[in-house]
Protein backbone atom coordinates (compact mmCIF):
# COMPACT_ATOMS: atom_id res chain seq x y z
CA UNK A 1 0.00 0.00 0.00
CA UNK A 2 1.28 2.96 -0.91
CA UNK A 3 1.94 5.96 1.97
CA UNK A 4 2.49 9.47 1.44
CA UNK A 5 3.57 12.60 3.64
CA UNK A 6 1.53 15.98 3.43
CA UNK A 7 3.77 18.95 5.31
CA UNK A 8 3.89 22.70 5.21
CA UNK A 9 5.75 25.03 7.44
CA UNK A 10 4.64 23.56 10.31
CA UNK A 11 6.87 20.70 9.70
CA UNK A 12 10.36 22.70 9.65
CA UNK A 13 12.89 20.12 9.73
CA UNK A 14 12.65 18.13 6.34
CA UNK A 15 14.95 15.75 4.46
CA UNK A 16 13.68 15.23 0.80
CA UNK A 17 16.43 12.92 -0.19
CA UNK A 18 16.00 10.47 3.28
CA UNK A 19 12.04 10.55 2.36
CA UNK A 20 12.72 9.27 -1.26
CA UNK A 21 15.65 6.86 -0.29
CA UNK A 22 12.76 5.03 2.29
CA UNK A 23 10.85 4.40 -0.97
CA UNK A 24 8.10 6.98 -0.81
CA UNK A 25 7.12 8.10 -4.25
CA UNK A 26 5.54 10.88 -3.52
CA UNK A 27 4.76 14.11 -1.20
CA UNK A 28 1.79 16.61 -1.24
CA UNK A 29 3.30 20.40 -0.18
CA UNK A 30 1.05 23.54 1.28
CA UNK A 31 1.54 26.26 -1.27
CA UNK A 32 -0.59 28.78 -0.36
CA UNK A 33 -3.70 30.00 1.62
CA UNK A 34 -6.70 32.55 0.67
CA UNK A 35 -5.36 34.99 -1.80
CA UNK A 36 -2.10 36.27 -0.20
CA UNK A 37 -0.30 33.70 1.79
CA UNK A 38 2.39 31.92 0.60
CA UNK A 39 4.28 28.73 2.41
CA UNK A 40 7.73 30.36 2.67
CA UNK A 41 8.62 26.28 2.73
CA UNK A 42 7.29 25.65 -0.61
CA UNK A 43 9.07 26.78 -3.28
CA UNK A 44 12.44 25.41 -2.14
CA UNK A 45 10.41 21.58 -0.86
CA UNK A 46 8.65 21.30 -4.91
CA UNK A 47 11.81 22.18 -6.88
CA UNK A 48 13.66 19.43 -4.55
CA UNK A 49 10.91 16.97 -4.67
CA UNK A 50 11.42 17.43 -8.89
CA UNK A 51 14.71 16.69 -8.47
CA UNK A 52 14.50 13.74 -6.41
CA UNK A 53 11.95 12.00 -8.57
CA UNK A 54 9.08 12.56 -6.32
CA UNK A 55 5.61 12.81 -7.83
CA UNK A 56 4.13 16.25 -6.43
CA UNK A 57 1.26 17.48 -5.19
CA UNK A 58 0.69 21.19 -4.29
CA UNK A 59 -2.64 22.03 -2.28
CA UNK A 60 -4.03 25.51 -1.61
CA UNK A 61 -5.94 25.74 2.04
CA UNK A 62 -9.32 27.48 0.19
CA UNK A 63 -10.69 30.62 2.92
CA UNK A 64 -14.15 29.99 2.26
CA UNK A 65 -15.05 33.83 1.89
CA UNK A 66 -12.74 34.71 -0.37
CA UNK A 67 -13.12 34.80 -4.16
CA UNK A 68 -12.48 31.09 -5.46
CA UNK A 69 -11.54 32.54 -8.63
CA UNK A 70 -8.53 34.85 -6.60
CA UNK A 71 -7.78 32.10 -4.63
CA UNK A 72 -6.56 29.72 -7.73
CA UNK A 73 -5.28 32.85 -9.73
CA UNK A 74 -2.81 33.16 -6.16
CA UNK A 75 -2.40 29.59 -5.86
CA UNK A 76 -1.06 28.88 -9.52
CA UNK A 77 0.87 31.69 -9.65
CA UNK A 78 2.69 30.43 -6.82
CA UNK A 79 2.86 26.82 -8.21
CA UNK A 80 4.45 28.38 -11.45
CA UNK A 81 7.10 30.60 -9.66
CA UNK A 82 8.25 27.16 -8.37
CA UNK A 83 8.87 25.72 -11.46
CA UNK A 84 5.27 24.50 -12.43
CA UNK A 85 3.50 20.99 -13.12
CA UNK A 86 5.08 18.37 -14.17
CA UNK A 87 2.83 15.07 -15.84
CA UNK A 88 2.69 13.34 -12.45
CA UNK A 89 1.76 16.07 -10.13
CA UNK A 90 -1.26 17.00 -8.97
CA UNK A 91 -3.07 20.35 -7.32
CA UNK A 92 -5.50 20.34 -4.68
CA UNK A 93 -8.19 22.15 -3.25
CA UNK A 94 -8.42 22.03 0.12
CA UNK A 95 -11.41 22.77 1.72
CA UNK A 96 -12.07 22.68 5.53
CA UNK A 97 -11.73 26.22 6.65
CA UNK A 98 -14.03 25.87 9.96
CA UNK A 99 -15.33 29.36 10.39
CA UNK A 100 -17.13 29.27 6.80
CA UNK A 101 -19.24 26.52 5.30
CA UNK A 102 -21.93 28.21 4.08
CA UNK A 103 -19.95 29.43 1.09
CA UNK A 104 -17.69 26.34 0.26
CA UNK A 105 -19.57 24.95 -2.61
CA UNK A 106 -19.88 27.91 -4.21
CA UNK A 107 -15.71 28.52 -3.65
CA UNK A 108 -15.48 24.90 -5.03
CA UNK A 109 -17.12 26.27 -8.24
CA UNK A 110 -15.13 29.66 -8.59
CA UNK A 111 -12.18 27.38 -7.83
CA UNK A 112 -11.91 24.71 -10.05
CA UNK A 113 -13.69 26.79 -12.75
CA UNK A 114 -10.90 29.29 -13.09
CA UNK A 115 -8.50 26.58 -12.93
CA UNK A 116 -9.85 24.87 -15.92
CA UNK A 117 -10.52 28.63 -17.68
CA UNK A 118 -6.72 29.05 -17.13
CA UNK A 119 -6.06 25.47 -18.55
CA UNK A 120 -5.62 23.24 -15.74
CA UNK A 121 -8.36 20.58 -16.11
CA UNK A 122 -7.80 18.22 -13.57
CA UNK A 123 -7.15 18.49 -9.54
CA UNK A 124 -8.20 17.14 -6.30
CA UNK A 125 -10.15 17.98 -3.58
CA UNK A 126 -9.35 17.46 0.10
CA UNK A 127 -11.59 17.43 2.77
CA UNK A 128 -13.66 15.53 5.96
CA UNK A 129 -16.93 14.22 6.03
CA UNK A 130 -17.28 16.18 9.32
CA UNK A 131 -16.48 19.25 6.79
CA UNK A 132 -18.14 18.41 3.23
CA UNK A 133 -21.79 17.68 4.80
CA UNK A 134 -22.58 20.89 6.70
CA UNK A 135 -21.11 22.79 3.65
CA UNK A 136 -22.92 20.58 1.32
CA UNK A 137 -19.71 20.19 -1.06
CA UNK A 138 -20.30 17.63 -3.42
CA UNK A 139 -18.66 16.34 -6.96
CA UNK A 140 -20.89 18.58 -9.23
CA UNK A 141 -19.56 21.53 -7.15
CA UNK A 142 -16.29 20.92 -8.82
CA UNK A 143 -15.22 21.01 -12.80
CA UNK A 144 -15.37 17.52 -14.32
CA UNK A 145 -11.49 16.49 -13.69
CA UNK A 146 -11.75 18.06 -10.18
CA UNK A 147 -14.12 15.44 -8.86
CA UNK A 148 -11.33 13.36 -7.01
CA UNK A 149 -11.59 13.05 -3.16
CA UNK A 150 -8.77 12.88 -1.09
CA UNK A 151 -9.94 12.19 2.48
CA UNK A 152 -9.29 12.70 5.80
CA UNK A 153 -10.61 10.24 8.07
CA UNK A 154 -8.91 8.76 11.20
CA UNK A 155 -11.50 6.46 12.19
CA UNK A 156 -11.09 2.53 12.15
CA UNK A 157 -13.15 1.27 9.91
CA UNK A 158 -11.58 -0.15 6.75
CA UNK A 159 -10.52 1.93 3.69
CA UNK A 160 -13.13 0.34 1.69
CA UNK A 161 -15.54 0.82 4.37
CA UNK A 162 -15.51 4.60 5.31
CA UNK A 163 -18.64 6.81 5.36
CA UNK A 164 -18.37 9.12 2.28
CA UNK A 165 -19.90 12.23 2.57
CA UNK A 166 -23.11 12.69 0.81
CA UNK A 167 -22.87 12.49 -2.92
CA UNK A 168 -19.32 11.12 -3.15
CA UNK A 169 -18.66 7.12 -4.63
CA UNK A 170 -16.21 5.36 -3.73
CA UNK A 171 -14.62 5.12 -7.37
CA UNK A 172 -13.86 8.95 -6.76
CA UNK A 173 -11.83 8.47 -3.70
CA UNK A 174 -8.18 8.67 -4.54
CA UNK A 175 -6.21 8.58 -1.25
CA UNK A 176 -7.37 8.69 2.71
CA UNK A 177 -5.35 10.89 5.63
CA UNK A 178 -5.45 8.24 8.27
CA UNK A 179 -2.90 9.99 10.70
CA UNK A 180 -1.81 13.36 11.78
CA UNK A 181 0.86 11.37 14.02
CA UNK A 182 3.16 9.70 11.92
CA UNK A 183 6.49 8.88 11.88
CA UNK A 184 8.16 9.04 8.27
CA UNK A 185 11.31 9.02 7.65
CA UNK A 186 13.18 12.51 6.86
CA UNK A 187 10.63 14.65 8.12
CA UNK A 188 10.77 15.22 12.01
CA UNK A 189 8.16 15.07 14.51
CA UNK A 190 4.86 13.64 13.50
CA UNK A 191 2.92 14.65 10.25
CA UNK A 192 0.15 13.59 8.42
CA UNK A 193 0.28 10.65 6.23
CA UNK A 194 -2.22 9.34 3.62
CA UNK A 195 -2.78 5.90 2.32
CA UNK A 196 -3.16 5.62 -1.62
CA UNK A 197 -6.63 4.61 -2.76
CA UNK A 198 -6.57 5.17 -6.68
CA UNK A 199 -3.70 6.04 -8.57
CA UNK A 200 -3.75 9.26 -10.37
CA UNK A 201 0.27 9.60 -11.67
CA UNK A 202 -0.37 8.30 -15.65
CA UNK A 203 2.16 8.80 -17.77
CA UNK A 204 1.44 9.87 -21.65
CA UNK A 205 4.75 9.04 -24.37
CA UNK A 206 5.15 11.32 -27.14
CA UNK A 207 5.93 9.32 -30.32
CA UNK A 208 9.54 10.17 -30.05
CA UNK A 209 9.16 9.31 -26.33
CA UNK A 210 7.98 5.43 -27.79
CA UNK A 211 11.01 5.09 -30.36
CA UNK A 212 13.74 6.00 -28.38
CA UNK A 213 12.04 3.32 -25.64
CA UNK A 214 11.68 0.78 -28.65
CA UNK A 215 15.27 1.35 -29.10
CA UNK A 216 16.50 1.25 -25.81
CA UNK A 217 14.66 -2.47 -26.26
CA UNK A 218 17.09 -3.63 -28.61
CA UNK A 219 20.41 -4.97 -26.79
CA UNK A 220 17.81 -6.53 -24.65
CA UNK A 221 15.92 -8.17 -27.66
CA UNK A 222 19.15 -9.67 -28.65
CA UNK A 223 20.09 -11.21 -24.84
CA UNK A 224 16.75 -13.11 -25.46
CA UNK A 225 17.04 -14.56 -29.13
CA UNK A 226 20.61 -15.54 -28.06
CA UNK A 227 21.41 -15.90 -25.08
CA UNK A 228 19.60 -18.97 -24.99
CA UNK A 229 19.98 -20.69 -28.44
CA UNK A 230 16.94 -18.76 -29.67
CA UNK A 231 17.71 -18.16 -33.02
CA UNK A 232 15.66 -15.13 -34.38
CA UNK A 233 16.41 -16.75 -38.05
CA UNK A 234 14.38 -19.20 -36.70
CA UNK A 235 11.20 -16.97 -35.19
CA UNK A 236 9.27 -14.83 -37.58
CA UNK A 237 7.73 -13.18 -34.24
CA UNK A 238 11.12 -12.23 -33.14
CA UNK A 239 12.38 -11.15 -36.67
CA UNK A 240 8.92 -8.59 -37.43
CA UNK A 241 9.85 -7.15 -33.93
CA UNK A 242 13.46 -7.16 -34.69
CA UNK A 243 12.92 -5.02 -37.76
CA UNK A 244 10.44 -3.05 -36.44
CA UNK A 245 12.81 -1.74 -34.12
CA UNK A 246 15.60 -1.61 -36.05
CA UNK A 247 13.35 0.75 -38.41
CA UNK A 248 13.55 3.64 -36.11
CA UNK A 249 17.10 3.77 -35.50
CA UNK A 250 17.30 6.99 -37.79
CA UNK A 251 14.61 8.46 -36.12
CA UNK A 252 16.35 7.54 -32.80
CA UNK A 253 19.28 9.61 -33.93
CA UNK A 254 17.64 12.58 -34.97
CA UNK A 255 15.10 12.87 -31.62
CA UNK A 256 18.40 12.27 -29.63
CA UNK A 257 20.74 15.29 -31.19
CA UNK A 258 17.66 16.96 -29.70
CA UNK A 259 16.29 18.47 -26.46
CA UNK A 260 14.05 16.17 -24.71
CA UNK A 261 11.90 17.27 -21.98
CA UNK A 262 11.77 13.80 -20.60
CA UNK A 263 14.89 11.84 -19.01
CA UNK A 264 14.13 8.81 -21.44
CA UNK A 265 17.31 6.97 -21.02
CA UNK A 266 16.08 6.70 -17.29
CA UNK A 267 12.63 5.98 -18.40
CA UNK A 268 14.53 3.15 -20.77
CA UNK A 269 16.14 1.59 -18.30
CA UNK A 270 13.35 1.41 -16.05
CA UNK A 271 11.08 -0.61 -18.42
CA UNK A 272 13.54 -2.68 -20.60
CA UNK A 273 13.49 -5.11 -17.77
CA UNK A 274 10.08 -6.04 -17.37
CA UNK A 275 9.43 -5.09 -20.72
CA UNK A 276 11.77 -8.35 -21.96
CA UNK A 277 10.51 -10.03 -19.58
CA UNK A 278 7.18 -9.79 -21.10
CA UNK A 279 7.96 -9.80 -24.74
CA UNK A 280 10.13 -13.52 -23.50
CA UNK A 281 6.83 -14.62 -21.57
CA UNK A 282 4.57 -13.59 -24.65
CA UNK A 283 7.01 -15.53 -27.26
CA UNK A 284 7.43 -18.53 -24.56
CA UNK A 285 11.19 -17.56 -24.15
CA UNK A 286 13.25 -17.48 -21.37
CA UNK A 287 14.40 -14.01 -20.64
CA UNK A 288 17.95 -13.31 -19.47
Given at each position: MTVFADISHYQDTVDLATYARAGYDRVFLKATQGTTYTDPTFAARWQQAGALGLARGAYHFAEAEDSGAADFDHFIAVVSAAGGLRPADLLCLDSED?????????????????????????????????????????????????????????????????VLP??????????????????????????????????????????????????ALVPYLAEITTGYGNSVDNNPQLQEFRRALNAVAADVAAIKASTAPLDINALAAALAGPVATQLAQHLQLKAV
Amino acid sequence: MTVFADISHYQDTVDLATYARAGYDRVFLKATQGTTYTDPTFAARWQQAGALGLARGAYHFAEAEDSGAADFDHFIAVVSAAGGLRPADLLCLDSEDPPDVSRADEHAREFTSRAVARGYPNGCLYTGRWYAEPANLQPDDLAPGWRRLWISDYGSAADTAIVLPAGWSRSQVIARQYTESATISGIAGLCDASRLLKEWITVTLTDADARLVARALVPYLAEITTGYGNSVDNNPQLQEFRRALNAVAADVAAIKASTAPLDINALAAALAGPVATQLAQHLQLKAV
